[in-house]
């Protein structure tokens, strides 16, 4: 309790250690939340669970109330599952795909997501995931990082093609972006080139928190 209201004034470190796919993770008390961060960048809760909650808003708490499955890409501390089940009371089921166990071992010491009844947590590669998986959903979040850089398959046609595949009809994509140069908006656009406008609508919300652009998918 100490740390938590002392963090008001300044952040609180717990935990911290080297990862191979973040660089390093650290769990830290700020503002009185206790947040995860990679090396130079929120990884969950504090601004990261704030810009995925715009874009779940945006395609409409009772929407995704309605649904029956959703998919998180990236699971990390668990943030935008947190608001799923939490603020939304998604009902559902939820199936995280996550690459890092060290990850999931701290989402679970400190976030407790192994709490979480409707949600199934696989270790794996998110594009190995979508390239074997028979199951389809309603909505999938893809929220994928290691540390600031986005991986390419992510922008790729094998990746995107399965993305649509994967989808439910009127499901949704809700993929969050970072753009940090100029050749990001461009990467971008050219992702959204991909969703052909007679079966897809496509819009984005654009410098969500300074340096994300949210893409959102709707499937006709
Ligand atoms: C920003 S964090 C996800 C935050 C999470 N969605 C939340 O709401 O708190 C990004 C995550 O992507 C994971 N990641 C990176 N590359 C991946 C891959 N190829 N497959 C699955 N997960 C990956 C990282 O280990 C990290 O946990």
Redesign the pocket.
Known sequence: MFKKLASFLIPINIYKRK?A??TTLEVTWANGELV?D?KN?????GS??RI?RTGLKSIGFDTIQKMESIL????????????LTQEIRFKGKITG????PE?IAIANTYFKLNEIPNLTILL??????VTTTNETFDLI?I????DTTM?D?LFEAPFINRSKELLNPKGFILF?TMLIQNSDSERNQNYRNHFDTAKFNTRTIPRVEQHNELIIIKKR
């Open positions: 990862s796919v973040s995860l990679s960048t929120n990884y969950s809760y990261l669970q995925l998180v890409l990236g699971v990390a501390g668990g943030s935008v599952i947190k608001t795909v996550e690459i890092d990850i794996e590669d998110a594009f190995e995931f979040i929220d994928i990082f290691q991986p398959f969050n």
